[in-house]
Nanobody, 125 residues
């Protein structure tokens, strides 16, 4: 599975962005999808995840109430709608996929086999 993330950019605090991650190869609807982010000097951290049918979603505490993950299995794309952005959200955002992730492991970085290249989100104060 190849993943291509897009939609990052520069936005002012309080603004919104929608990230997209397009998949090719494999059967997209078999894969749970996750979004992770990595700020300079920090480890890559979990942001949000969605099950293969979209029935289960999970969010990091920092994302709850502000971010929404969704997927379109026909378009083979997963989205991350980010609202009320703050400078603390500045990071390189990665999408990830795996067909063996369970609801117990969706927040774990090492559970995902396939990764996109990342898209930069910068939030100015």
């Amino acid at each position: 599975v190849q993943l291509q993330a897009s939609g990052g950019g520069l936005v002012q605090a309080g603004g919104s962005l929608r990230l997209s991650c397009a998949a090719s190869g494999g059967t997209f609807s078999n894969y749970a999808m996750g979004w992770f982010r990595q700020a300079p000097g920090k480890e890559r951290e979990f942001v949000a995840a969605i099950s293969w049918r979209g029935g289960n979603t999970h969010y990091a505490d920092s994302a709850k109430g502000r971010f929404t993950i969704s997927r379109d299995n026909v378009k083979k794309t997963v989205y991350l709608q980010m609202n009320s952005l703050t400078p603390e959200d500045t990071a390189l955002y990665y999408c990830a996929a795996d067909n063996a992730v369970s609801r117990h492991t969706m927040k774990i970085r090492s559970a995902y086999k396939y990764w996109g290249q990342g898209t930069q989100v910068t939030v100015s104060s």
